[in-house]
Structure formats: C-alpha cells, structure tokens
C-alpha cells in the first residue's frame, strides 16, 4: 500500500513544510478549543468542567503490520483508541495532539493517508487536532496520541466504584478483533509463501473491520445518560475482558464472578476462531483490542438496561475474599487470570 | 551508560509491571491534579483558568545519542523542553504525560534512570506525571511527551501580537547548547577511532550542561509579572534564534531589524565556537536547542526591563515590507533566513 502512483519524499518538504501540508485542512469546530496548532502550546477552555486527558503510543511491528493494515485505517484506529479512554470516564472527547515519527521509507503521500484516517475519525467523534510533533525516525513508524476531553464533576466514572453486589456489563460483542488478526496473519504467511495467491478475507468483513477499523463506543456514555444509569466503575477492553476485570476488581476492592455462557461473541467471531482451533471464550478473555466499555451498576438499575440491545450483563461483583472468578458452561468456578489461558487449559 | 552493576530485563516484569515498577514513587503536588495515573484518563481541574497544551517527541539516533547523552540527562531534558513550551505562553506548566516505546535492548535499571531525570525535572518545575504509555520498541528509544499547564487568559502571550515598533528581547544566551553538541561530537569521534584516549571535555561545563541539561525558563513568566511587563509575543528557542525570529514576523505580520552584536553569547560559546572554526553569531542564529524565550514588548515598557540581567534587547520590529533583516557588527543589512547561513556566508 506504500506504492502510490505519485510519490513526494519527505525531504522535499522539509519539516516545517511537511507539518504545513498535512495539516492544512485542519478546522477548529470546538468552542473550548481557543488556539489550535500553529504556537508553542494550543489553549483550551473547559470552563466548570473537568479536563481529561489520556496517551497511547503505537509502535510499527509491535502493534500494526503495515503488510495489511492500510495507513488510513491505521490513522483511524489511533484516534479510537484514544478516545475511546475518555468514553470510559464516561467524558467528551474534545482534542488530541498527534505525534509521529516516520522514516524516510515513508513519502509525503503515505502520510496523507495517515493522516486522511485521523482526520476521519476526528470528524466522528468531533474532535479537534489541536497540536503534535512530526519527526524523522531511523526505521518503523511510531505514533503518539493525547486525547483531551471534559466532563462534568458528577458524571465521571473511575476503575474504583464498583461494590459486592453490582452487575458487570459490556458494550456489543467480544473477540473479533483478535480473530480478525488471526486471520490476517494467516492470509499474510500465505501470501509471503506464493505470492501468487489472492487472500482469501470474504464473508469476514466484521472481524476484519473489528481490527482494522476498532470503533470507539461514543454512543455509550449518551445512552447511560438517557437511560439515567450511572455507573460504579468503567474500562474500556483493550487488553481483553479478563484483564479487564482484575483492573476493576483490584481498583474497586472486590470479587467477582463472570459467566461464561453470559459473554457476548459475535457468530461470525464464534465461526472464525473455531475453524483456528481457538476456543472463542478465550478470544474474548484474552484477545483485547475490542474497545468496547466494561462497567458495573447497582442492581436497582437493571431494569433500565435490560432492555437494551447493546449491553449485556455478563456477571456480578462480590467481596473482595471469593476472589474473581470465571463460571464455566459447564459450571465449575476457575480462577480468572489476565491471560485467561490458565482458567480454561484446566476446563473440562 | 547502559552497563549498570545489575541488569533486570525488561520482559521479567511485563508491561503492567514494569509500568507499576516506573512509577511507584511519583506523587500528585498540584491541587489542579484530582486524579492521576490509573485510570482511563487523567482528571485536571483549572476552574476558570485556560488550559494549555504541548507536545514533543524525542527519538534516539534522530534528537539524542546515547553514546554521550546519559539516560538521567535525557530525562530530564525531554520535560525541558516540553514544560518550555508552556512558559512561552506566559503559562506555568502542572501536569505531563511520558509514552517511552524502548526496545529489550534496555534494562530495567536504564529505565530507572531515564525515569530519575524525569522525575528530577518535574520536582523543579512543580509539575505532576498524571500518565502515559509504556511499550516495546523494536529498536531504539522513543518518548512522547505532552505538557498540561493554565493560564489566566488576559495574560497568555501568543506567537502573533507583535507590532511595528515593538523591542524584540532574548533571555540568558544563545548557541551554547549547539556548541556544546560539537564538542561531544568530536570526542566521540575520538573515542571512536582510538578509544584508549580520555575524552578532553574540561572546562566546558557550561556548553555541556546547556546541550545535556538545559533549563526551561520557569523563572520568566514569573519576572514578567513582577516587572508588570506583558509580551506582545513570546516563543521559546528551540530551533534557533532566527527561525523563531521568522516565526514571530510571519504569525504577527511584521518585520525585523535584528543586530548581530546585540545577540548574547557567553564568553566559553564564543572561544569553543572559534576553536571549531565556527561562527559565533551563526551557533546562535542556527543552532537551537537554546530553550531561552524570545519575545517584544511595547517600547514603553522598555525602563522595565532594560537593568535586568537576564533579558538582552536584539533588535526591534518594523512594518512587514521592510522585510526581516540582520544588521551586522559591520553595519549591513542581509535578509535573515530560517538557516542563517545564507546571511552570513555573504558577510564581508
């Protein structure tokens, strides 16, 4: 996907004029964005709000592939990752700072795809590009991204709320990102084989898009407003469920029990770790990268979720000494571990 | 550097811990941070103040060298020249953000030191680490690193408000720190080619410190206030004193007569830049990484100003059309470009 039909090196441009032309159709629409890029700090004014702020960096052969991952898609998933965090203090993601470092390897026109893929997802979740840096690197491409948000002193959600007795949900469905990787990384080694052979990625556009193009669950935070639930604590699922819950668990104080036939996995999902031999439970566990949000609530509010498509209740919280645990199909109790392998190598 | 008396792997922690292992001994100061490291996002409360916002990264081989940078330096300048960024805003940096991506080539205890230089920086600087990212690299050193910092808004002092007649000042002295780069570069190459021999770096400490560890001018904003002076424009020197020069005229739409024997170079600047056959002016013009602030103020603020120590009057800005110029000791004018060179290499 390197091989444009134009290629413009990034020599040619210089670093004052790279950072120019990439992000000369930047527009501010945010009223608290006062300055954006173009001095040596942007200003922002959340007036009585809460300011939120939030990092990931994603580093070329540790978190992408650029053999399949399309740079636009690449520039797309950056953004959600990073909003996504502020979605799961159940805030407004308002403004991010966009810091790469790229090697001559890149031309001007891969990084217009980059950034075609921020810009994007900054128009879907409102976002201002309000600053960043743009740097040489000896090999590999790294980016860096500041999410900022707001929220009201009320409305925010920490990992440490949660309280024996309240139920855990999650937003959509489990482990397709991870199985969708799977299946990348298997058309990959095919094509570095015989090159000749088309990939095979039909009928798995769900999975696919669930890895290549995450969505950030911007609509979560509206909903529990509109439903008037607040929740206790809430994460959102990069790492997988598993590790997921222990963070909520460990920050809350508490136990918990999860239940294995509760946990959402899309068919598609099921289907596609099966025929790799995965048991899609443990994609769920331990695969990550899904962005959906895990919350608990008081039990007093379930009726007011229960109806909702979009969330399901997956398990409940207890004390702090029954420990944390994943109830089985079959219904035995196994300690869950962050990896979640350890659990189900032991199941029946 | 890297040879430290014990040596713990960075995967014998893994991500969780080795982030946990970092960041133990950081504490929250600022009343601003309500929360900080772990959770989704960090919480920041300015109230009615403005928040501001900068970014920088730093990768190895590109910024950096580690065969002469210690790891303790380098963290303690990449805050340098972030919270810098916040001063040159009239605003006083609270909080930072550190993403590290650090390939296994690194030890436990490289961190450790890297994180002390850090730390060292945010202790001077009054300002909190409320977050980051911790990840794998797959060769070299890369850290992101974005400043939080608030303002009063009628005193933020932006790139743009210069006007015709305005007094373009510089704090402390410029082109240390590039001198000082030349010097480790040449021992380097010394210890390169006959690495028997010492290096001979006596009697530079002030160039070196300037290039390894130089100070962010916390004090100036503070000194402003104090003179009652307020900026019509301030930047921080970063890439060079006539880049910045180029940056202030283009945001404010002026011009500039800027005098060479005005500019401030410390004596051991100016014997180490003859040594290297270079010239002085050229080191200030062109060779950055000076973190001073440069900025103009109304003439009538001149008596304010002009027994301070720290603060050297440069030149004066003009009408745009009069173009943006250095007046040489020898008296001719030569239009000032983003290099400097092209003015100098003219220079009778």
Tied chains: 1, 2.
Excluded at 305 to 316: E, L, R
Aim: aromatic residues 6%; charged residues 25%.
């Amino acid at each position: 996907m390197l091989e444009n039909t134009s290629r413009t090196e990034l020599s040619s441009l210089g670093e004052f004029g790279l950072i120019k032309h990439l992000t000369q159709f930047i527009e501010i629409t945010n009223e608290s964005t006062i300055k954006g890029i173009g001095d040596d700090a942007a200003v922002i004014d959340f007036k009585n709000k809460k300011t939120l702020i939030s990092t990931d960096m994603l580093v070329e052969g540790v978190h992408f592939d650029l053999t399949y991952v399309p740079l636009k898609h690449l520039g797309y998933k950056a953004v959600s990752v990073n909003v996504s965090d502020i979605y799961a203090m159940n805030g407004t993601p308002k403004q991010i700072t966009v810091s790469i470092a790229v090697s001559n390897r890149f031309s001007v026109e891969a990084l217009e795809e980059l950034y075609s893929g921020i810009m994007l997802a900054c128009a879907k979740h409102k976002v201002d590009i309000i600053g960043g840096d743009t740097t040489t690197n000896k090999s590999g491409l790294v980016i860096s991204i500041t999410a900022i948000g707001e929220a009201d002193e009320n409305e925010i959600v920490y990992r440490n709320g949660a309280k024996d007795g309240d139920l855990l949900c999650v937003t959509g469905d489990l482990g397709g990102a991870y199985v969708g990787l799977q299946l990348l990384e298997r058309e990959k080694q095919i094509y570095v084989e015989s090159p000749g052979v088309q990939p095979d990625l039909e009928g798995n556009d769900y999975i696919l898009e669930r890895q290549l193009k995450p969505e950030a669950r911007k609509d979560i935070p509206t909903l529990l407003k509109k439903l008037d639930v607040k929740p206790t604590s809430m994460i959102d699922v990069s790492d997988g469920l598993a590790s997921e819950i222990l963070h909520l668990c460990s920050q809350s104080d508490v136990g918990c029990n999860l239940y294995e036939e509760k946990i959402p996995i899309d068919p598609s999902t099921y289907n596609t770790a099966r025929e790799f031999n995965l048991d899609p439970t443990v994609c769920a566990l331990s695969g990550g990268e899904d962005y959906e949000l895990l919350f608990t609530i008081d039990q007093a509010d379930f009726p007011k979720i229960k109806a909702n498509p979009d969330i399901t209740v997956v398990g409940h919280m207890t004390v702090k000494k029954d420990g944390i645990n994943l109830i089985t199909k079959g219904g035995s109790s196994h300690p869950l571990t962050a990896q979640g392998w350890d659990a189900l190598l032991n199941k029946e």
